[in-house]
């Protein structure tokens, strides 16, 4: 049983810091957008 | 961050493959339980899926890199290419994460060089070696080299793919003997993912877009 939920736990845990990423880069581009349409 | 039809659809499609998750979820709790390896047998529910997105991820990456360079240029399929080969890696490590959990009750060792798990792993790192040269090419030839590498590079895919018919004596099964209720639910767990897969390459693919805009401003 341990073992199924760590590699569920796991795979939540890749997709969140994915999607982390995703926001943050999403986040960096726009204000970058901002700086460069000054 | 994304316009047009492709900005309207991401809600619907996360929607739907959380819709999804939520029945293969239900379905992996209700399944029954493996006799000889118990529980730890429910990992195939996210291991399988997840190496068939895997695996398609790449695929798209592979066609969008021959549309890109047969069609002259388009640069939203080296867009998709490279959004879609983001994914197979994330894909790849939910893949060589839950792998050796896997192994470690079936075959008490929690990796071992044998022909899939060598080759997957190999895939993984060159696939890895897709964005490290896409980063350190110039702006000119970025797309270029980049789908020359799109289409190279899914030869590992197709060596991982057929290892386990390929190299007699492999560990790694090609089929396992399921119960219709765990085939059902496994069936239904594949298309969640591969579901999730198509919500998640939207969601890159605007991130993608916005970048290229942003880029094209500051030239």
């Known amino acids: 049983m341990t073992y199924a939920v760590v590699a569920y736990a796991l795979a939540a845990m890749i997709w969140t810091g994915y999607f982390l990423s995703l926001r943050f880069r999403a986040a960096k581009l726009e204000l970058q957008e901002k700086v460069t349409s000054r | 961050m994304t316009s ?3 900005g309207k659809s991401r809600p619907y499609l996360w929607w739907l493959a959380v819709a999804m998750l939520l029945c293969s ?3 992996i709790a209700h399944a029954p339980t493996e ?9 195939i529910y996210i291991h399988v ?16 890199s ?5 069609s002259g240029k388009g640069r939203r399929w080296d ?3 490279v959004s879609s080969c983001e994914i197979g890696m994330v894909f790849s490590a939910v893949v060589l994460v839950s792998g050796p959990l896997w192994a470690r009750s079936a075959w008490n060792t929690w990796w071992t060089w044998e022909p899939r798990l060598t080759s997957f792993l190999i895939m993984w790192i060159l696939y890895g070696g897709y964005f490290l040269i896409r980063s350190s090419v110039s702006p000119g030839s970025r797309r270029d080299v980049s789908a020359v590498l799109g289409v190279v590079l899914f030869v590992s895919a197709i060596v991982s793919y057929l290892s386990v ?17 765990m085939r059902m639910t496994l069936t239904i767990s594949i298309f969640a993912w591969l579901a999730f897969y198509v919500a998640a390459l939207v969601e890159r693919l605007g991130l993608e877009r916005t970048r290229e805009r942003i880029e ?3 030239r």
């Open chain 2, 216 to 218: 094209e401003q500051a």
């Open chain 2, 4 to 6: 047009g039809w492709l």
């Open chain 2, 35 to 43: 006799a000889q390896m118990g529980t730890v047998q429910k990992i």
């Open chain 2, 49 to 64: 899926p997840s190496a068939t997105a895997a695996y398609t991820a790449f695929f798209v990456t592979f066609v969008a």
């Open chain 2, 79 to 81: 867009q998709v290419a």
């Open chain 2, 25 to 27: 979820f239900w379905g």
């Open chain 2, 165 to 181: 018919a390929w190299w007699r004596g492999s560990l790694h099964p090609r089929s396992v003997t399921m119960t219709p209720e």
């Open chain 2, 66 to 70: 021959i549309v890109y360079l047969v």
